[in-house]
């Protein structure tokens, strides 16, 4: 069925005259949002510091909260996405929702660098681990002869985050002295019968919570002199 002409007509007057205003609204709408994009704040993460877990706040809940947030979130952890598009993630120890992460109880493999991304950009935080020895214990003694070599290990925790340094250190004249760094501490030969004394350090931040062992290492004549003594004594 055809139109008469005289509808024809103003069906298109119509369109014409209003085009220019779909237009115009059309262009206000990427305007404003290209200026929100560029004057908006700057994506953040609250608390800025990270958090750093210790044996004394193993225990305690750990929320991170990302502001100023343009577009929906994804929140990664070194990486990895742990939800998309602004969708929720829930279970019996992390709740992940409205760009906030709540740990309630944390787990070693909850360790790493928090990422919140939206739209435009991306800011980091670390849930960091204070370190820990693989062996327990913060003394420990050792025995050996003069003329054998030594290997004593403190071995750090995989799940430590970030990875700790070790350090080893001696007394010498009454001071601090440092021996060598790495995991192991390696000597050729005791080369003097009696005690050495030796401490390694492990630290992951500057400001971090170092954790420290310390080895006797006893020679086998020290042993035999304090046998004696205590036969005498006892």
């Known amino acids: 069925m055809r139109l008469p002409s005289s509808w024809r007509v103003s069906e298109r007057r ?3 005259t209003l085009y220019p205003h779909f237009k115009k609204i059309a262009s206000l709408q990427i305007l404003y ?14 608390p800025d510091t990270g958090w750093y877990i210790t044996e004394r706040n193993r225990r305690h809940s750990v ?3 990302c502001h100023d947030a343009v577009g929906p979130i994804v929140w990664k ?3 990895i996405a742990l939800v998309q598009n602004g ?7 992390i709740k992940i929702c409205n760009g906030i992460v709540h740990i309630y109880k944390f787990r070693n493999d909850f360790a790493g660098k928090y990422t919140c991304e939206d739209t435009r950009d991306s800011t980091s935080v670390d849930l960091g681990v204070a370190p820990e020895f693989v062996k327990p214990g913060d003394v420990e003694v050792v025995f050996r002869s003069a003329t054998e070599s030594l290997n004593v290990s403190c071995e750090v925790e995989q799940y430590v985050y970030p990875r700790a340094s070790v350090t080893w250190f001696t007394i010498h004249l009454g001071g601090k002295v440092k ?3 790495g995991d192991t501490l390696t000597r050729s030969e005791i080369g003097v019968k ?15 919570v170092p954790r420290r062992k310390s080895f006797f290492v006893l ?5 035999t002199k304090l046998q004696r003594s205590y036969q005498e004594t006892y």
């Not at 949002?33 to 609250?46: A, E, G, M, N």
Request: glycine share 8%; net charge negative.
């Open 87 to 93: 969708s929720c993630f829930t279970s019996a120890d």
């Open 179 to 181: 021996v060598q760094d």
């Open 63 to 65: 929320i991170f909260q």
């Open 33 to 46: 949002l290209i200026l929100q994009l560029h004057f908006s704040d700057s994506l953040r993460i609250t």
């Open 219 to 223: 020679t086998y004549g020290e042993i």
């Open 194 to 208: 009696g005690v050495s004394f030796y401490t390694c350090e492990a630290k992951n931040y500057p400001n971090g």
């Open 14 to 16: 119509t369109v014409t």
């Open 77 to 79: 952890r070194n990486g």
